[in-house]
T-cell receptor, first 114, second 117 residues
Framework: AQKVTQAQTEISVVEKEDVTLDCVYE???????LFWYKQPPSGELVFLIR??????QNEISGRYSWNFQKSTSSFNFTITASQVVDSAVYFC???????????FGQGTTLQVKP | GAVVSQHPSWVICKSGTSVKIECRSL??????MFWYRQFPKQSLMLMAT?????????EQGVEKDKFLINHASLTLSTLTVTSAHPEDSSFYICSARDFGGSLNEQFFGPGTRLTVL
C-alpha cells in the first residue's frame, strides 16, 4: 500500500522563525517520486519540488530546503526565516512509477504571524 | 509553458442539475488527465484517470455514472457532475500529464469550486 503521512495538522509560528514540515511515506516501489506543493487560500496548487527515489541529496532553494532520507522514509521541508506570505496549506505527495498516480498527504496548515 | 486551465473557476447550481467542468492543457498535449476532489480542510483525493480516446478509470468508491468524464481530445477533458446534490459541493482540480514529457510530472489546473444549493 502507498501512503503519505503529514502528522502536523496545523503549525503556527511568528515571522522570521524557522519551521519544518514533516512528511513520512510508505511504498513498496523501488522507483518513486516525492513532491511538495503549496496551496494558498486561492486554492491553486503551487509546485515546489520533485525528488526521485534515487536522489537523496538535500536541496536548498532560497529560504526553502528539503531533507530526503530513504532510511526513515521521510521527506521533510524546512522554511528558514518564515514570512507571512508563507502562510498556506502544504502537501507532500508520492507518485508511483507503476501506477502514475499521485497520493497526497493530509496537508499541514502553516500560519505565519507578523 | 505547461499551463492547465479550468472552466468555470466557480459554479453555483441547484440540487438535481448537472454541471460540466472543463480542463484544458493550453500549450501541450495531454494523453492523460486526472481529476481530484478536495473537501474543505481535507486533502486532494484522486477521483479518476482520464485517457484520451478511451474510458476513464475511476477510483474505488467514485460513482462513474454520477461523475462522467470525457477526454475527447489531447487538450480537453470534461467532468460532468450529474444530478448534483449538496454533498457534491467541493473543490474539483484537474491535472494533466504532458504527452511528450516525463511520466512523473503532472501540471495542475487552478480548480473549480462547486456549490450545490
Amino acid at each position: 500500500a502507498q501512503k503519505v503521512t503529514q502528522a502536523q495538522t496545523e503549525i503556527s509560528v511568528v515571522e522570521k522563525e524557522d519551521v519544518t514540515l514533516d512528511c513520512v511515506y510508505e511504498t513498496r516501489d523501488t522507483t518513486y517520486y516525492l513532491f511538495w506543493y503549496k496551496q494558498p487560500p486561492s486554492g491553486e496548487l503551487v509546485f515546489l519540488i520533485r525528488r526521485n527515489s534515487f536522489d537523496e541529496q538535500n536541496e536548498i532553494s532560497g529560504r526553502y530546503s528539503w531533507n530526503f532520507q530513504k532510511s526513515t522514509s521521510s521527506f521533510n521541508f524546512t522554511i528558514t526565516a518564515s514570512q507571512v506570505v508563507d502562510s498556506a496549506v502544504y502537501f507532500c505527495a508520492l507518485l508511483s512509477s507503476n501506477t502514475g498516480k499521485l497520493i497526497f498527504g493530509q496537508g499541514t496548515t502553516l500560519q505565519v504571524k507578523p | 509553458g505547461a499551463v492547465v486551465s479550468q472552466h468555470p473557476s466557480w459554479v453555483i447550481c441547484k440540487s438535481g442539475t448537472s454541471v460540466k467542468i472543463e480542463c484544458r492543457s493550453l500549450d501541450f498535449q495531454a494523453t492523460t488527465m486526472f481529476w481530484y476532489r478536495q473537501f474543505p480542510k481535507q486533502s486532494l483525493m484522486l477521483m479518476a484517470t482520464s485517457n484520451e480516446g478511451s474510458k476513464a478509470t475511476y477510483e474505488q468508491g467514485v460513482e462513474k455514472d454520477k461523475f462522467l468524464i470525457n477526454h475527447a481530445s489531447l487538450t480537453l477533458s470534461t467532468l460532468t457532475v450529474t444530478s448534483a446534490h449538496p454533498e457534491d459541493s467541493s473543490f474539483y482540480i484537474c491535472s494533466a500529464r504532458d504527452f511528450g514529457g516525463s511520466l512523473n510530472e503532472q501540471f495542475f489546473g487552478p480548480g473549480t469550486r462547486l456549490t450545490v444549493l
